[in-house]
C-alpha cells in the first residue's frame, strides 16, 4: 500500500531551535509538495519540486526555511530558527503530472509542530 | 486573500438532508479538485475536473466545473454521518503543476 510518510507525526520544540521534517514520497512520483495548514491561513504552499529541482517556493520564509530533496526517496523542510508563529501542521505531498497541470496529489499524514 | 474562495466556512447539517459546497475564483484554472480532510489525516483526493460545465458523479456526490473554469461546486446528497470532514478544492493552472489550495469547508452531519 504505497503512501507518503512524514516524520515525525509531532514535534515540540523551544524557540529558537532547528527543526527538520522528512518526507518519504510515493516511489515513482516526481513532483513534492510542502503545506502548512493552521485554523486561520488553510492549507498554504510553501515549495514544490519537481524531479529534485525547487520550482516554486515563493510561499516560504526564506529568511529562516529551508527546502530541499537530497535524493528522490527523501525531501527535508527546515526551520531555523523556529518562532511560535511557525506552529502549525506541516504536509507533504507527492504525485506525477497528468498533463494541464494536473496533479493527483497524495498527502501524508503531517507533522504537527508546536513551537514554546 | 485566497486565490480560490470556499462558502460556506461551516455546515452543519441533519443525517438525511442535502448540502452543496461552493468553491470560487477570479482566476482561470486548467484543473480543479475536491480533496476531504478528516481529523488528523491528510487530504484525500475525491474527483478532478478539467473540461468547462463538467460535471461528475461519485456515488452521492456531485461535482460541477463552471463552464469558464473559474468556480466548482460540491453536492451531497442525503448526506451521512461518514461524509463529515473539512473539504477543500484546489486548482492547478496549465502550466507548472502548482496545486492552490481554498479555505475549505468544514462540515457537520448530526445523526
Known amino acids: 500500500d504505497a503512501r507518503v510518510t512524514q516524520t515525525p507525526r509531532d514535534k515540540v520544540t523551544e524557540m529558537g531551535q532547528e527543526v527538520t521534517m522528512r518526507c518519504q514520497p510515493i516511489l515513482g512520483h516526481n513532483t513534492v509538495f510542502w503545506y502548512r495548514q493552521t485554523m486561520m491561513q488553510g492549507l498554504e504552499l510553501l515549495a514544490y519540486?519537481?524531479?529534485?529541482?525547487?520550482?516554486?517556493d515563493s510561499g516560504m520564509p526564506k529568511d529562516r526555511f529551508s527546502a530541499e530533496m537530497p535524493d528522490a526517496t527523501l525531501a527535508t523542510l527546515k526551520i531555523q530558527p523556529s518562532e511560535p508563529r511557525d506552529s502549525a501542521v506541516y504536509f507533504c505531498?507527492?504525485?506525477?503530472?497528468?498533463?494541464?497541470?494536473?496533479?493527483?496529489?497524495?498527502f501524508g499524514q503531517g507533522t504537527r509542530l508546536t513551537v514554546v | 486573500t485566497q486565490l480560490l474562495e470556499q462558502s460556506p466556512q461551516f455546515l452543519s447539517i441533519q443525517e438525511g438532508e442535502n448540502l452543496t459546497v461552493y468553491c470560487n475564483s477570479s482566476?482561470?484554472?486548467?484543473?480543479l479538485q475536491w480533496y476531504r480532510q478528516e481529523p488528523g489525516e491528510g487530504p484525500v483526493l475525491l474527483v478532478t475536473v478539467v473540461t468547462g460545465g463538467e460535471v461528475k458523479k461519485l456515488k452521492r456526490l456531485t461535482f460541477q466545473f463552471g463552464d469558464a473554469r473559474k468556480d466548482s461546486s460540491l453536492h451531497i446528497t442525503a448526506a451521512q454521518p461518514g461524509d463529515t470532514g473539512l473539504y477543500l478544492c484546489a486548482g492547478a493552472k496549465a502550466a507548472g503543476n502548482k496545486l492552490t489550495f481554498g479555505g475549505g469547508t468544514r462540515v457537520l452531519v448530526k445523526p
Open positions: 519540486f519537481r524531479n529534485r529541482a525547487p520550482l516554486d
Open positions: 482566476s482561470v484554472f486548467s484543473s
Open positions: 505531498a507527492s504525485g506525477f503530472p497528468l498533463g494541464q497541470g494536473m496533479v493527483e496529489a497524495f
